[in-house]
């Protein structure tokens, strides 16, 4: 069998599409109530808006001596602040002791719903608004039953994260530990303070030490 010169063999490319699993959308659930690029849902500290948060500032002289103390409140989800000021009285967007330094923001799809709404929002605005109402009935009391027992009633009612345990003691470890600065200053409010006192302390015992 001859070749004859300047023939070519005509072959037929078949092109398999590949699909990049590293590009292909993941189909999410997401709750309708919640979407978590939802511009209202972004902080604004220059307005006082801090959605679905906890919130915390300093007790004047109290926080001072004990930074882990401190008058906490919580957001509803159009980022205006309930805190239990005072006796009978819960206020809304006038934090006590001043503007907050610290806050957290909880992630609303561990909100807990129920048979008559899936909307986590309304979950969580109406838990915050029963909670204000209920303490609204209460006398303060700084040891037992203060602005934390108020934010914990609220985190309660609404069994964010499926639990119903939240309390002064644990909200305040929580927000220690894990609470974020709202800037610099909210972080030399929160600490400068104290700061000082210790430095205070530590440089009369080295006098004193010097001196012996």
């Known amino acids: 069998?001859?070749?004859?010169?300047?023939?070519?063999?005509?072959?037929?490319?078949?092109?398999i599409p590949i699909e990049d699993s590293l590009k292909s959308k993941q189909?999410?659930?997401v709750d309708n109530g919640f979407l978590s690029n939802n511009l209202n849902d972004r902080i604004d500290v220059a307005r006082v808006r801090y959605p679905h948060c906890i919130v915390w500032t300093p007790i004047p002289i109290l926080s001072w001596l004990f930074p882990i103390v401190g008058h906490m409140g919580i957001a509803r989800t159009d980022g205006?602040?309930?805190?239990?000021?005072?006796?009978?009285?819960?206020?809304?967007?006038?934090?006590?002791?001043?503007?907050?330094?610290?806050y957290l923001q909880l992630d609303l799809n561990r909100v807990s719903t129920t048979t008559n709404t899936s909307n986590v929002r309304t979950i969580w605005d109406k838990a915050?608004?029963?909670a204000s109402d209920e303490y609204k009935k209460r006398m303060h009391n700084l040891c037992c039953d203060n602005c934390h027992s108020h934010v914990a009633l609220a985190l309660n009612t609404m069994s964010y994260d499926r639990k119903h345990t939240y309390n002064m003691i644990s909200l305040a470890c929580w927000m220690f530990f894990c609470g974020k600065f709202v800037s610099f200053v909210g972080f030399l409010r929160s600490w400068i303070?104290?700061?000082?006192?210790?430095?205070?302390?530590v440089t009369i015992i080295v006098v004193v030490k010097l001196r012996t």
């Open 27 to 29: 189909i999410q659930m």
């Open 128 to 130: 915050v608004e029963q």
């Open 193 to 201: 303070p104290f700061l000082i006192i210790v430095a205070i302390i």
């Open 1 to 15: 069998m001859s070749i004859v010169p300047g023939e070519q063999n005509k072959a037929t490319t078949t092109i």
């Open 80 to 102: 205006v602040i309930r805190d239990f000021a005072g006796p009978y009285y819960v206020s809304e967007d006038d934090m006590a002791f001043g503007l907050p330094t610290r």
